[in-house]
């Protein structure tokens, strides 16, 4: 049996995609996750079903635990031979604690690597558009702790840019500091708070004014301070902030990256039905349909693993064409090995019946294999062609607690099918008005109206 061994995994800023490839396999291979109170959440989600979750994170002037007990619990869970990930915020060894944790594991004969992450000294002010260097204005930078004990001065190094982490609470030290360092009351100094996330927020301001600037703003933890000439550039190239911030409440939320920034906040999923039925009499009876229409990947998912419940695989859909409603159920239909016939341009209910207005659908068998609740639409469009068709209700939506979402931050709204309209004005009530609603697809859109919202139809 394979020995313990402790993996020190940097996190990132806060944007879960900034997650390096090496870190993103460990967490889905641990066996124990130590993480800080920082990580993005969505990266425990990854997590294998068994894996031990411990919460060992600090807040200021408060801790779950205190260093040596963090340390112990490495060493002991990786002492019962299994694979530790201490998850930590942004870098393990960038005012992480990182090294004093590999001493510990270095003392104990426990074997350990380190895998770095994105620090946000670095990720904040690129997502603020304040690049820390730039030939045209300073070919160096310093990183400084601002959390400093307080009978400590924070040491000014002679750098053209100075990069402040965890200073929030000490911001006018910082700025005493740096005056007395010789910095002119004239320089530009930014904050960045939760950099990286879908709330970011830049404060700007000049050394001379910026404890009243922060004190206005109401700045937050956790936030970094940027100071320097390079500041001057953050309106030419904010890059971030100029992207709408889009809530998506449903599945698949790397379908609409472009359209801005994805918040995903699930607020509804998908579970198997409690009677099968209707689905198993289908199953037997599939030889005598002409077509599978597939609405969605979940649809394909739940569908084929009644199919293999039932002792069957995807031979038994030989004499069947299969179509599907979009490029995404294409790709996960490609894992069962097989190639949708039909596949529209337009994703949605209607591009589907585009095409299959080009085919002769009379005396077609048709079966849908879809949502126990999904719009009729789709049946009605192939009936009124002559088909005959059966719906095949494989899967059942139900509501979820959505993880925490700020409205204010939120640009636009993606109802991606009805259940998702009704989920939300039963958790928040009525849409923001500063929010744009969108649904796909005509169904979503007249349920949405029927709870209140006023949605357009997302153009694809």
Same mark, same amino acid.
């Given at each position: 049996?394979? =020995? ?6 940097? /996190? ?18 641990? #066996?124990?996750? $130590? ?12 997590? *294998? ?9 600090? +807040? ?27 998850? *930590?915020?942004?870098?393990? +060894? ?15 004969? !426990? ?18 558009? &304040? ?30 840019? @100075? ?11 910082? @700025? ?11 320089? *530009?100094? /930014? ?34 301070? &940027? ?15 100029? =992207? ?49 229409? +597939? ?6 998912r739940f569908f084929f693993e009644r199919l293999r419940q039932s002792g069957l695989d995807a031979r ?25 016939? $039909? ?13 299959? =207005?080009?085919?002769?659908?009379? #005396?077609? =068998? ?33 509501? !979820? ?47 949405? /109206? *029927? ?10």
């Amino acid at each position: 049996m394979p =020995k313990g061994k402790v993996y020190l995994v940097g /996190a990132g800023p806060g944007d879960a995609e900034l997650i390096t490839l090496k870190g993103y396999g460990l967490i889905c291979q641990a #066996d124990v996750i $130590l993480h800080d109170h920082l990580i993005p959440a969505e990266l425990l989600h990854l997590a *294998k079903a068994e894996a031990e979750i411990i919460t060992v994170g600090k +807040f200021a002037s408060r801790h779950t635990m205190s260093q040596d007990q963090i340390n112990a619990l490495l060493i002991e869970k990786a002492g019962m031979r299994r694979i530790v990930v201490r998850l *930590k915020g942004g870098d393990p +060894f960038l005012f992480g604690r990182g090294g004093e944790e590999a001493e510990a594991c270095a003392q104990a004969g !426990v074997d350990f690597e380190v895998v770095p992450g994105v620090t946000s000294a670095l990720a904040a002010p690129s997502y603020a558009g &304040i690049p820390p260097t730039h030939r045209d204005f300073t070919p160096n930078v310093a990183i400084v702790t601002g959390h400093r004990k307080a009978q400590k001065d924070i040491e000014i190094p002679n750098a053209g840019t @100075i990069i402040f982490l965890m200073g929030v609470g000490n911001i006018q030290k910082i @700025i005493g500091s740096l005056l007395k360092a010789g910095w002119s009351p004239q320089t *530009k100094i /930014a904050a960045v708070e939760r950099g990286t996330l879908y709330n970011q927020r830049v404060v700007t301001g000049f050394l001379e004014s910026f404890v009243q600037t922060v004190k206005k703003a109401g700045l937050s933890t956790p936030a970094i301070f &940027i100071v320097g000439k390079v500041v001057e550039l953050h309106e030419k190239l904010n890059w971030f902030g100029g =992207k709408p911030r889009i809530l998506v409440l449903g599945t698949h939320p790397e379908k609409y990256t472009h359209l801005g920034t994805i918040v995903h906040r699930p607020i509804v999923k998908c579970v198997p039905l409690e009677d099968t039925s209707k689905l198993d009499g289908m199953i037997k009876a599939l030889e005598g349909f002409n077509w599978l229409v +597939f609405t969605s990947a979940n649809g394909v998912r739940f569908f084929f693993e009644r199919l293999r419940q039932s002792g069957l695989d995807a031979r038994a859909l030989c004499s069947a064409k299969v179509a599907v409603i979009g490029r995404t159920t294409a790709r996960r239909l490609t894992s069962f090995g097989i190639l949708a016939d $039909l596949v529209p341009d337009t994703e949605s209910s209607a591009g589907l019946l585009e095409e299959f =207005k080009k085919r002769d659908m009379r #005396d077609k =068998k048709v079966l849908l294999p879809q949502a126990a609740a999904a719009s009729r639409e789709l049946r009605e469009g192939l009936a009124a062609m002559g088909a005959m068709v059966e719906e095949a209700p494989v899967y059942q939506t139900v509501e !979820v607690e959505p993880a925490d979402v700020d409205l204010e931050h939120i640009d636009k709204i993606l109802f991606t099918s009805g259940s998702t309209a009704r989920a939300f004005v039963k958790r928040f009530g009525r849409v923001p008005s500063h929010i744009k609603a969108c649904c796909l697809g005509a169904p979503t859109q007249a349920e949405a /109206a *029927k709870h209140g919202i006023d949605a357009e139809i997302l153009s694809q």
